[in-house]
């Protein structure tokens, strides 16, 4: 397979370094009784490290090429050929009744897509070990009060507790790409308030929607522009970027109280 060519239309750069390989390995530290996903294994580079490890490897593999190599190479594994946003993760979890663990070099155009499909099956899932562009990892671990510090962060900070692990130079892939890698570890947390997620998220996008303006103007744009914040605890004069985690839980939280009390009254 040395002679496949990596597609652009599927995001593909092969790892060649086995340095950066046994670093990840590392990092995910795959243990025997382990239910591990493998998004795109490509030519099985680290599809090869963790059949070693674990005896209930899924790889999930878009390119049709590899499919057959991969069945045969690692006889041992479930392959489906598909893309992963299209598969069910709570059918895969019913079938082995185990939270699962997510791990690989991922399409960085679809880095958010993903995080997300992985936030909202959040309660199945144990960590996912990713490389990303080295960019987007710096928007995911970012702190309040820098220019990174966004949606995604927020939000995975509710859902996760996410860290960089390394940063990985463009020399160790085939075709080399234009930037910077990164591999982040996401760690879901087991328990959240699961009766504001919905409420949480749309306060969320709502106070980025205009980041350049107070939290007071871009929430009174938003679909929650008939809540008045001012009793909410948290001040309305910062913007977004300058809030903290418990911030944001604090205006959702208020936010549904209201919008209980406004559906009691109607």
Request: net charge positive.
């Amino acid at each position: 397979m040395n002679d496949l060519k990596p597609l652009k239309r599927f995001g593909q750069n092969y790892l060649k370094d086995r340095n950066i390989l046994n670093k990840i390995i590392n990092e995910i530290n795959p243990q025997k009784d382990d239910s591990i996903i493998e998004i795109g294994p490509g030519t099985g580079v680290l599809t090869s490290k963790l059949v070693e490890k674990t005896d209930n490897l899924l790889a999930v593999e878009i390119d049709k090429r590899v499919s057959d190599y991969l069945r045969e190479k690692f006889p041992s594994i479930k392959l489906i050929t598909n893309d992963f946003m299209n598969i069910s993760l709570p059918d895969i979890y019913s079938s082995y009744n185990k939270r699962l663990r997510i791990a690989g070099n991922i399409p960085y155009n679809l880095t958010s897509p993903i995080l997300f499909k992985l936030m909202d099956n959040y309660k199945i899932i144990s960590d996912a070990v990713f490389m990303v562009q080295y960019e987007v990892a710096k928007r995911i671990t970012a702190k309040s009060g820098t220019k990174d510090y966004g949606i995604l962060s927020v939000l995975l900070s509710y859902f996760s507790d996410v860290k960089l692990c390394f940063k990985v130079s463009p020399n160790v892939f085939y075709p080399k790409p234009k930037v910077f890698s990164a591999v982040i570890h996401v760690l879901f947390k087991q328990e959240i308030n699961e009766e504001i997620i919905n409420v949480f998220i749309n306060v969320v996008k709502s106070s980025f929607g205009n980041r350049r303006k107070t939290l007071k103007n871009s929430l009174s744009n938003s679909i929650f522009g008939n809540i008045d914040f001012k009793n909410s605890e948290v001040d309305l004069s910062l913007r977004p970027e300058q809030l903290e985690l418990h911030d944001f839980i604090k205006l959702a939280e208020f936010a549904r109280k209201n919008m209980e009390h406004a559906e009691s009254q109607t």
